[in-house]
């Protein structure tokens, strides 16, 4: 069994991701990730872009310019 890999948004954590075959299935800890429980991703990276569209960057973080 691989090593689960923590996928974290804007320093919370959305889920993880365990390798099944050429594959990396996402699990979700908490909202609003658990609309991609369960979804395969082909590297770590991708599943944390996808977690990360169902989370905007805080507005307290954003820049202003």
């Known amino acids: 069994m691989s090593e689960p890999y923590i996928v974290e948004i804007w320093g919370q954590p959305a889920g993880f991701v365990l390798k099944e075959g050429n594959a990396f299935r996402f699990h ?38």
């Not at 082909?42 to 202003?64: D, K, S, V, Y």
């Open 28 to 65: 979700a800890l908490a909202r609003p990730f658990f609309a991609l429980d369960g979804t395969q991703f082909t590297t770590p990276g991708h599943a944390r872009l996808a977690a990360a569209r169902l989370r905007p960057r805080p507005l307290a973080e954003r820049t202003l310019h």
